[in-house]
């Protein structure tokens, strides 16, 4: 396996060998590790001491369903802390099939001038890049893919990478025409353009097929966890992930009173029902779009969309719960098409839907449009690919936004913004929020679908849940592998160690891939705590513990003691 080292200040690339101490590390932890050892933590985010930092999982390019995704790693310009974002698409299939450990991006040019990267299975070189600049990611993709062909994976910025805002993500491609896979949380993108580095290009044609230390008991295992997939009722093929994508729990949150509605000022919205899964997938099939495609080649849960206009002209490449929430309900939005709109601008400026969501509720609780308001709501929103003032504070993120608008209520948990789930009615989320390095981030350990073995609006049992997902996260994260496999490696975990052992050999038991998990968290608390992140600093709002959130008056009252006890033991 091999580090690609781009050195962005003499334009130039360099080969190694992966060292031994990165050997068993893949995904997430091999990001957080590298920043960890050579990312100065007090940098700044936007300085020529960052790193980013691409990593496939350690089951990348196996052919192991789900398990393509990419990790990317930098300190974050929000948190001022560790940062990794992950991505579907095809980045982290190519990368591993290419034997590709990590691309190490580091130093920042003389001048201003872009570049693109092209990586092939035998060369890598820097390429002028200035004429591209103000493209946005779907124009940026297409003419890479029609100039080094449809094989290659593009993953670039857009006009928000480019203009360093904090709201902005990493976008990759995917299968066919996908344009949207984003590497979205904690402003990347901007790291990403503040080196000069406006696209990769990963050509993986000539790569080589991939050796495995025990064949047989690999593909035993790819078969047990690709069949566990499909008899699982929540994430097969009659199941509502597949049927509704991540939109399937719209309903649920809206129901349990944590849909983010108006700038999180109450817990449900009146015009959810417009929102739902289930009428996203009625409106889609009525006009011709698909539902259950993938993202990644040989998923088996497919659960991406194309959501359409009424003449069947695609609008956005896949409308997710997360962008629902933030984007709709949370703008007081009740309209699918107005939402896809939004998410469409989004993607090709490369925003978080997320963090801009967040930013742009908060932007109209300071009066500078009306929610519900979609005309006024897009007018502020298409400011950042037009580089106005406006924009670029809306594309700052949420808490950039609250500060120059003087707007208190903020949702925003270690400086990110937080996810479509009201930490008050979601306690579980709302300890992940506070206590994750990484910052509010749901998919860090998302408690949603603990709901009925932990009370989600009492006290008790939310410290050791979230702390037990934090640990499954990281280790999902690190292998490569989807969210929604969870189910499977969690209830028999010898799937998990059968395909590493069956690609690897190294003989890991159960104790070794727990210590490997709980090794990630430590890694970056570490790297947190070196760039001067304290346990103050670990919480949520002031006005969140104190303003009841409708329909169940439910603050956020874990204690303090709870939230530091967390990672006791880790």
């Given at each position: 396996?091999?580090?690609?080292r781009?050195?962005?200040?003499?334009?130039?690339?360099?080969?190694?060998?992966?060292?031994?101490l990165?050997s068993?590390?893949?995904?997430?932890?091999?990001?957080?590790?590298?920043?960890?050892?050579?990312?100065?933590?007090?940098c700044?985010?936007?300085?020529?001491?960052?790193r980013?930092?691409?990593?496939p999982?350690l089951?990348?390019?196996?052919?192991?369903?789900t398990?393509?995704?990419?990790?990317?790693?930098?300190?974050?310009?929000l948190?001022?802390g560790v940062?990794?974002?992950?991505?579907?698409g095809?980045?982290?299939d190519?990368l591993?099939?290419?034997g590709?450990?990590?691309?190490?991006?580091?130093?920042?040019?003389?001048?201003?001038?872009?570049?693109?990267?092209?990586v092939?299975q035998?060369?890598a070189?820097?390429?002028?890049a200035?004429?591209?600049?103000?493209?946005g990611?779907?124009?940026?993709?297409?003419r890479?893919?029609?100039?080094?062909?449809?094989?290659?994976?593009v993953?670039?910025?857009?006009?928000?990478?480019e203009?360093?805002?904090?709201g902005?993500?990493?976008?990759?491609?995917g299968e066919?025409?996908?344009?949207?896979?984003?590497?979205?949380?904690?402003?990347l993108?901007?790291?990403m353009g503040?080196?000069g580095?406006?696209?990769l290009?990963?050509?993986?044609?000539?790569?080589?097929p991939?050796?495995?230390?025990d064949?047989?008991?690999?593909?035993?295992?790819?078969?047990?966890?690709?069949?566990?997939?499909?008899?699982?009722?929540?994430?097969?093929?009659?199941?509502?992930?597949?049927?509704y994508?991540?939109?399937?729990i719209t309903?649920?949150?809206?129901?349990?009173?944590s849909?983010?509605?108006?700038?999180?000022?109450?817990g449900?919205?009146?015009?959810?029902a417009?929102l739902?899964?289930?009428?996203?997938?009625?409106?889609?099939?009525?006009?011709?779009?698909?539902?259950?495609?993938?993202?990644?080649?040989?998923c088996?849960?497919?659960?991406?969309?194309?959501y359409?206009?009424?003449?069947?002209?695609?609008?956005?490449?896949?409308?997710?719960?997360?962008?629902?929430?933030l984007l709709?309900?949370?703008?007081?939005?009740a309209?699918?098409?107005?939402?896809?709109?939004?998410?469409?601008?989004?993607?090709d400026?490369?925003?978080?839907?997320?963090?801009?969501g967040?930013?742009?509720?908060?932007?109209?609780?300071a009066?500078?449009?009306?929610?519900g308001?979609?005309?006024?709501?897009?007018?502020?929103?298409?400011?950042?690919?037009?580089?106005t003032?406006?924009?670029?504070?809306?594309?700052?993120?949420a808490v950039?936004?609250g500060?120059?608008?003087?707007?208190?209520?903020?949702?925003?948990s270690?400086?990110?913004?937080?996810?479509?789930?009201?930490?008050?009615?979601?306690?579980?989320?709302?300890?992940t929020?506070?206590?994750?390095?990484?910052?509010a981030?749901?998919?860090?350990?998302?408690a949603?679908?603990?709901r009925?073995?932990?009370?989600?609006?009492?006290?008790?049992?939310?410290?050791?849940?979230?702390?037990r997902?934090?640990?499954?996260?990281?280790?999902l994260?690190?292998t490569?592998?989807?969210?929604f496999?969870?189910?499977?490696v969690?209830s028999?975990?010898?799937?998990?160690?059968?395909?590493?052992?069956?690609?690897y050999?190294?003989?890991w038991t159960?104790?070794?891939?727990?210590?490997?998990?709980?090794?990630?968290?430590?890694?970056?608390l570490?790297?947190?705590?070196?760039?001067?992140?304290?346990?103050?600093?670990?919480?949520?709002?002031?006005?969140?513990?104190?303003?009841?959130?409708?329909?169940h008056?439910?603050t956020?009252?874990?204690?303090?003691?709870?939230?530091?006890?967390?990672?006791?033991?880790?």
């Amino acid at each position: 396996m091999r580090i690609l080292r781009v050195d962005m200040t003499r334009l130039g690339v360099q080969w190694e060998p992966a060292p031994d101490l990165y050997s068993r590390l893949g995904g997430r932890a091999l990001t957080s590790r590298l920043l960890l050892e050579e990312c100065p933590p007090g940098c700044d985010p936007l300085g020529p001491h960052n790193r980013l930092i691409f990593a496939p999982g350690l089951l990348g390019g196996a052919s192991v369903t789900t398990a393509g995704r990419l990790s990317v790693g930098a300190k974050s310009p929000l948190t001022g802390g560790v940062k990794e974002a992950n991505a579907g698409g095809t980045a982290g299939d190519a990368l591993g099939r290419l034997g590709i450990k990590a691309i190490v991006i580091q130093g920042q040019p003389a001048s201003r001038g872009l570049q693109i990267l092209h990586v092939t299975q035998d060369r890598a070189e820097l390429l002028p890049a200035e004429a591209w600049r103000g493209l946005g990611t779907c124009a940026t993709a297409d003419r890479l893919q029609a100039q080094y062909g449809r094989q290659c994976t593009v993953i670039c910025i857009g006009q928000a990478g480019e203009l360093l805002l904090g709201g902005a993500g990493i976008v990759c491609t995917g299968e066919g025409e996908q344009r949207s896979n984003c590497a979205a949380r904690g402003g990347l993108g901007a790291v990403m353009g503040s080196q000069g580095l406006k696209a990769l290009v990963i050509d993986p044609t000539d790569s080589q097929p991939a050796r495995f230390a025990d064949p047989q008991n690999f593909r035993a295992a790819v078969r047990r966890f690709a069949q566990a997939l499909l008899d699982d009722p929540k994430v097969g093929p009659k199941g509502g992930t597949h049927r509704y994508g991540t939109a399937a729990i719209t309903a649920a949150v809206d129901e349990m009173g944590s849909l983010p509605t108006r700038n999180f000022g109450t817990g449900s919205f009146e015009g959810a029902a417009n929102l739902y899964g289930e009428r996203m997938r009625e409106v889609i099939l009525a006009r011709g779009g698909r539902i259950g495609t993938r993202c990644m080649p040989g998923c088996v849960i497919a659960c991406r969309n194309q959501y359409v206009d009424e003449s069947g002209d695609p609008i956005v490449g896949t409308l997710q719960y997360e962008t629902i929430a933030l984007l709709g309900a949370n703008l007081g939005l009740a309209d699918l098409d107005a939402v896809a709109r939004l998410n469409a601008l989004c993607n090709d400026f490369g925003l978080d839907t997320i963090e801009t969501g967040a930013a742009l509720g908060v932007a109209i609780e300071a009066g500078l449009a009306q929610f519900g308001d979609f005309e006024g709501i897009a007018g502020l929103l298409r400011q950042v690919g037009q580089g106005t003032v406006v924009g670029r504070l809306i594309g700052s993120g949420a808490v950039a936004a609250g500060r120059v608008l003087g707007v208190r209520r903020v949702p925003a948990s270690l400086g990110q913004a937080m996810p479509g789930y009201d930490p008050r009615s979601l306690k579980g989320n709302g300890v992940t929020y506070a206590t994750s390095p990484m910052g509010a981030d749901h998919t860090a350990g998302n408690a949603f679908g603990a709901r009925k073995e932990v009370d989600p609006l009492g006290i008790k049992g939310q410290k050791e849940l979230s702390s037990r997902l934090q640990i499954v996260a990281a280790m999902l994260d690190s292998t490569g592998l989807c969210l929604f496999a969870r189910p499977p490696v969690i209830s028999d975990p010898q799937l998990m160690l059968d395909m590493i052992n069956g690609i690897y050999g190294w003989g890991w038991t159960t104790e070794d891939l727990d210590r490997f998990s709980r090794n990630v968290l430590r890694s970056e608390l570490e790297f947190n705590r070196r760039a001067g992140i304290t346990a103050a600093d670990y919480r949520i709002p002031e006005y969140m513990r104190e303003e009841p959130l409708a329909p169940h008056g439910a603050t956020f009252d874990v204690p303090d003691s709870d939230l530091d006890a967390v990672f006791e033991g880790l």
